[in-house]
């Protein structure tokens, strides 16, 4: 009798071969099949007239629903420049966490960040995490996490979206165009530090909640919200922050959103692993002091001849991992796998330009990506003790200390990454007979994370890309370490989804970092569509 149907923009009502439109303004196109159900009530049998509430109520929440996210779509639209004004006062801050300098800086910021949220009536919080122990001895507060609560409705799920708005270093004399603290917006971009990596995401989260709010329309689903201050050096306080509160503030949460990575094209991507990072110190020292080179060269076994022998032999000219065991742990690429990664979104050649290099490990897309994503490899950061500055100085260092890290997969284990390297080194190091000392510390364990695409969550995700940028998302996985991801799947037991809105060329933790127009506020729209997505699952998925 009754059915829905599209106009190209809102739904309207087929009854009787005609289609009544709805209006597109705050009535909502309930009141316009309110009427002609109406009108038509008088005209039909007693028989059809007991089924017109059944009919009316099916009608009534297919178009609301459809109605519904225009709506707000069309809203944050028209709020565009408050998003990038509220993006600019954020940026403004110099919430850098790697300074102890600019801790004042960073705790107000999460001051901001609260007020933010209570000023939409959220259930706010600022949790005080404790002291960071600095290398002189001296202790500093550190930033407490932000926590918020819009909803506690027991019958809708509840989602939890992490973020942080700390942020990487930046000097205009580094190489910035622009003033990396005055937002500045270049044909679409807007360039300043922590612009993309974490401020913007963050906020598009809180703008989608806002959007809910002011349209007076219900959230789909009760949202939390963890923010915090420390993330760019290790997220200090956090891990035992979530193991305290695992049976308060995240008893109820049924899933978590982390949105802190980006996509590998111009394609929206959906993030379902990462590599771990198990970061190694390893050190030779020999004379008591520093030797110059034209007196005692020749005469002494130098540790920086060691320590460059022994790192040789960490990783072959063809990128193969030479410590033995390390390659076997890996599980094998699937067929599955590589028919994912064909799939992809990516180009090779625009891949090498952004990076500047002619030429890179590997020739083709799957095996480039498979070696980012989902095999180890050996990183050499840099040698402390050897002479860096600029000039010469011919000294033989005493003591040099070699920075280097596995990012590690699954099913790589950090325990026994550990006593792979230690042990590899020290036969290595053995070998050569030399008389000073080799001393191999492990100093971050970081576990890789890994999940399943065919979860609900990432459905839910799929369809909200796809309402929202009319295509499918690349499903990808990040090279890096988000190590908060593992430890809210290992403490909370919850189910955990990637869900990104920055650009592949946006420059994190580099030089004019950015993140465009476009991916904000169609990001916001994202986060909008996606809180409806997750009310539709079934309360027994898991």
Not at 229 to 255: C, H, K, P
Not at 284 to 294: A, C, I, N, T, Y
Not at 312 to 320: A, N
Not at 404 to 431: G, W
Request: hydrophobic residues 40%; proline residues 5%.
């Amino acid at each position: 009798m009754f059915d829905c149907v599209t106009l190209g923009g809102p739904v309207g009502v087929r009854y009787e071969g005609r289609v009544y439109k709805c209006p597109g303004n705050n009535r909502g196109p309930q009141s316009a099949c309110l009427r002609r159900l109406k009108h038509t009530h008088t005209q039909t049998s007693g028989r059809e007239k007991m089924h017109l509430p059944l009919l009316f109520s099916v009608l009534v929440i297919s178009t609301v629903q459809a109605f519904q996210y225009t709506e707000l779509a069309q809203y944050v639209d028209s709020h565009e420049e408050d998003y990038v004004e509220a993006l600019r006062d954020w940026v403004a801050i110099e919430s850098d966490s790697s300074n102890v300098l600019k801790r004042p800086d960073l705790h107000r910021m999460m001051e901001m960040t609260a007020q933010k949220l209570r000023l939409m009536g959220g259930a706010v919080e600022l949790v005080d995490i404790g002291e960071q122990e600095l290398p002189n001895g001296q202790t500093l507060a550190l930033p407490k996490v932000v926590t918020a609560q819009f909803g506690n409705d027991s019958d809708k799920h509840t989602v939890c979206v992490y973020g942080h708005v700390d942020v990487q270093p930046a000097k205009l004399e580094d190489g910035w165009a622009t003033d990396p603290y005055n937002l500045t917006d270049i044909r679409g971009n807007l360039y300043g530090r922590g612009a993309s990596d974490n401020k913007a995401p963050v906020l598009a989260w809180i703008h989608a909640v806002e959007a809910y709010q002011a349209l007076n329309m219900e959230l789909p689903v009760n949202v939390k919200f963890v923010i915090e201050g420390m993330e760019e050096t290790g997220s200090n306080g956090l891990d035992a922050m979530i193991l305290a509160q695992r049976d308060t503030f995240f008893s109820d949460v049924d899933y978590i959103i982390i949105s802190d990575c980006g996509w590998l094209s111009r394609r929206p991507a959906l993030t379902y692993g990462t590599r771990g990072n198990c970061y190694f110190f390893a050190e030779v020292e020999g004379p008591k002091q520093d030797l110059h080179s034209g007196v005692y060269g020749g005469a002494v076994i130098e540790p920086m001849t060691d320590l460059i022998g022994i790192l040789d032999t960490l990783i072959s000219p063809s990128g193969t991992i030479l410590i033995p065991g390390i390659r076997e742990a890996v599980a094998p690429l699937s067929d599955e796998e590589w028919k994912m990664y064909q799939d992809i979104q990516f180009d090779m050649d625009n891949y090498k330009n952004k990076i500047g290099v002619d030429q890179l490990m590997y020739s083709n897309k799957v095996d480039l990506l498979a070696h980012v994503w989902r095999y180890p490899t050996v990183t050499i950061h840099g040698i402390e003790g050897a002479f860096s500055d600029s000039g010469t100085k011919t000294v033989i260092p005493a003591k040099v200390t070699a920075k280097f890290s596995i990012r590690q997969v699954p099913n790589m284990e950090p325990a026994m990454v550990k006593k792979q390297v230690t042990d590899y080194l020290h036969s290595v190091f053995a070998k050569r007979k030399s008389p000073n000392k080799l001393k191999v510390t492990m100093v971050i364990g970081a576990k890789p994370w890994l999940v399943d695409t065919q979860h609900p969550l990432y459905e839910a995700g799929k369809a909200a890309v796809k309402r929202v940028f009319d295509m499918d998302p690349d499903l990808i996985r990040e090279g890096g370490t988000i190590p908060i991801a593992r430890t809210f799947q290992d403490v909370t037991g919850k189910s955990i989804i990637m869900m990104p809105i920055g650009g592949f060329d946006d420059g994190l933790h580099s030089q004019n970092e950015k993140m465009s127009r476009y991916n904000y506020i169609e990001g916001t729209k994202l986060f909008i569509a996606y809180l409806n997505e997750v009310s539709q699952i079934k309360k027994t998925s898991v």
